[in-house]
């Protein structure tokens, strides 16, 4: 299984970027989709994820509001719209997919065995 990130940059505080996550290998289909976020000197944090069942949505609560997460299935594809983008969001995003539906934990990042090579977002006040 592999994951592209791709997206990411730089953005003003206030302004919007957009990141996405292709799968490939997932014989099944993907079942979760999740991003995580880590910031310099910082652990790994879950930000956002979308299951397949239903297409439901989870979010932190520090992007709940602000950010959107989606998918394209027949791209095997994950986005993530970042609105209203707050200096505190700067991190490496991470996307994440767990293709055998046995997730245990959906927020902890130990709990996925896919992970992207990240990208990062700068935000800047």
């Known amino acids: 299984v592999q994951l592209q990130a791709s997206g990411g940059g730089l953005a003003q505080a206030g302004g919007s970027l957009r990141v996405s996550c292709s799968a490939s290998?997932?014989?099944?289909?993907?079942?979760?989709w999740s991003w995580f976020r880590q910031a310099p000197g910082k652990e790994r944090e879950f930000v956002a994820a979308?299951?397949?069942?239903?297409?439901?949505?989870h979010y932190a609560d520090a992007v709940k509001g602000r950010f959107t997460i989606s998918r394209d299935s027949a791209k095997s594809t994950v986005y993530l719209q970042m609105n209203s983008l707050k200096p505190e969001d700067t991190a490496v995003y991470y996307c994440?997919?767990?293709?055998?539906?046995?997730?245990?934990?959906?927020?902890?990042?130990?709990?996925?065995?896919?992970w992207g090579q990240g990208t990062l977002v700068t935000v800047s006040s």
């Open positions: 979308i299951r397949r069942n239903a297409g439901m949505v």
């Open positions: 290998g997932c014989t099944s289909g993907t079942y979760t």
């Open positions: 994440a997919a767990d293709c055998n539906g046995i997730l245990s934990t959906l927020t902890l990042a130990d709990s996925y065995d896919y």
